[in-house]
Nanobody
């Protein structure tokens, strides 16, 4: 069982930056691919970014890839999402997730999810 705890959300203005963190409670963190997802009110959950077990492969959704950056520190069992130039449409609950890594990040099945952290961007 892997427990994930997100932190770093908050209320910011458009154009500001935030860094989310997701801490994992597992000794085998380094074998997991990690994903970031978000869900805005009234909308379905959407993919934001994913990062392979050693950080060498990273995928981004098209609407964030010029502004967001995912990274991980396996020594700290933590994955990060640096969000720059935030827009009101980035407002959502952000979730991190863990799944067994795969040759293709797009095919990772995420078995573990955090409780989410709220990000609100005002205009």
């Amino acid at each position: 069982q892997v427990q994930l705890v997100e932190s770093g959300g908050g209320l910011v203005q458009a154009g500001d930056s935030l860094r989310l963190a997701c801490a994992a409670s597992t000794r085998t963190f380094k074998i997991y691919a990690m994903g970031w997802f978000r869900q805005a009110p009234g909308k379905e959950r959407e993919f934001v970014a994913s990062i392979g077990f050693n950080g060498g492969r990273i995928l981004y959704a098209d609407n964030v890839k010029e502004r967001f950056s995912a990274s991980r520190d396996n020594a700290k069992n933590t994955v990060y999402l640096q969000m720059n130039s935030l827009k009101p449409e980035d407002t959502a609950v952000y979730y991190c997730a863990a799944g067994a890594d795969n040759l293709y990040l797009t095919k990772v099945i995420y078995d573990y999810w955090g409780q989410g952290t709220q990000v609100t961007v005002s205009s």
